[in-house]
Structures are given as structure tokens and as C-alpha cells.
């Protein structure tokens, strides 16, 4: 059971020194397009986890929409965030295969980062974020997505900065920019949800 205090918490770890988070080569700078609202994006959800629960069965512990394609009315890149939680994140065998048959690529692996893997499909576009069970950030992803849904001035406050970092960023540059923004929103998430005083 996750801890108000874990929950709060960032954890920013770097890769350990030598190390990459990629599987294969890493990312090459892209262009991002950040496009309005698409009703149709909760029915891809739907479809993206009927495919992985299909292949991992009651090893898919949870699959949830997270990220800004699960908040209604808000813009986002096209591409379908997905948190996955597995038992252990360590036994790939027991999950990559699965999806890899189904048309994810397994692109990031951080075990020194929650233990944290993604994989990647192209149609649609998704990512699948895998977890441990009680990930600390897994439970952050739900909170921000259900703080955005229910708070608007905050939901046209990260459309707009998405807006602005993707009119003239890259790829690499666009987490990065968003972060301040990000972080603020949190900090109004966690005293909401009643985990950091007022």
C-alpha cells in the first residue's frame, strides 16, 4: 500500500552511469504535433487494452488511460497512453513476448527508475508504460489525469503550455519544458486529493 509521502515524491534517478534507457537506438528528434480533442480516443483505449489483456490474460494486474488522450477536451499528441501494471517488471519473459505478438515493441527499459519498461505500437500510435504493482508513479498518472478532468482552469492551463512548447519544440525538448508546468499542477493535485496540506 502506497504511502501519502511516496506518492508526493518524485524520483528523478538519471540511468546509471554507461547506461541507456533505450532498447535499441535511441529516439532521433521529431517534430510534435499536438492536435484538439478526439472523441474516438477513449474507444481506442478500449480497443489497445481488449488487445493486451487478450494476450497476457490475468497477468495484466491493471490496465488503465492515462496521460492527456484520457482527459475529455483536452489537446493532445495522438498517441494513447497506457499504464500497464504487471507483477514483476524484472520477468519481461512473462509479458514482452505477449505483446511484441500483437504489435508492441519494447523501446525503454529503466529497472533503476520503478522499474519502469515501454513499449510502443505504431496503429494507432500508443504507448504502454509498465509498472510494479503500488508504482508510486503509476499513482501519480491517475491523479493528475483525474485532477484534470475535474478541474478546468488547470486542463486549459497544460493545454495551453503543451500548445506553446509544441509550436516550436522537438520531441526531446517537449517533456522537458513541460515539466515546471507539470509540477505545479501536481502540487494543486496533491493538496486536493487531500496527501500535502494546503
Known amino acids: 500500500m502506497l504511502t501519502p509521502a511516496q506518492i508526493v515524491t518524485f524520483d528523478d534517478t538519471p540511468p546509471p552511469p554507461g547506461l541507456s534507457p533505450w532498447v535499441g537506438e535511441p529516439e532521433q528528434p521529431r517534430r510534435i504535433a499536438v492536435v484538439e480533442p478526439d472523441a474516438a480516443w477513449p474507444a481506442t483505449f478500449a480497443a489497445l487494452r481488449d488487445r493486451i489483456v487478450e494476450v497476457l490474460g490475468d497477468r495484466a494486474l491493471v490496465v488503465e488511460h492515462v496521460g492527456s488522450t484520457s482527459v475529455p477536451g483536452l489537446a493532445a499528441k495522438p498517441v494513447i497512453d497506457i499504464d500497464l501494471t504487471v507483477a514483476d517488471t524484472d520477468d519481461e519473459d512473462s509479458y514482452v513476448p505477449g505483446l511484441e505478438a500483437v504489435?508492441?515493441?519494447?523501446?525503454?527499459?529503466?529497472?533503476?527508475?520503478?522499474?519502469?519498461?515501454?513499449?510502443?505500437?505504431?496503429?494507432?500510435?500508443a504507448n504502454v508504460h509498465v509498472w510494479p504493482p503500488d508504482s508510486p508513479e503509476a499513482a501519480r498518472h491517475r491523479l493528475f489525469r483525474d485532477h484534470l478532468r475535474a478541474h478546468a482552469p488547470d486542463r486549459a492551463l497544460y493545454a495551453r503550455i503543451k500548445r506553446e512548447v509544441a509550436?516550436?519544440?522537438?520531441?526531446?525538448?517537449?517533456?522537458?519544458?513541460?515539466?515546471?508546468?507539470?509540477?505545479?499542477?501536481y502540487a494543486r493535485a496533491f493538496v486536493a486529493a487531500g496527501l500535502r496540506p494546503a
Open 103 to 125: 504489435g508492441f515493441v519494447l523501446r525503454v527499459r529503466e529497472p533503476w527508475w520503478l522499474g519502469h519498461r515501454c513499449l510502443v505500437a505504431s496503429v494507432p500510435a
Open 167 to 185: 509550436a516550436d519544440g522537438l520531441m526531446s525538448e517537449y517533456n522537458a519544458r513541460k515539466q515546471a508546468t507539470i509540477r505545479e499542477i
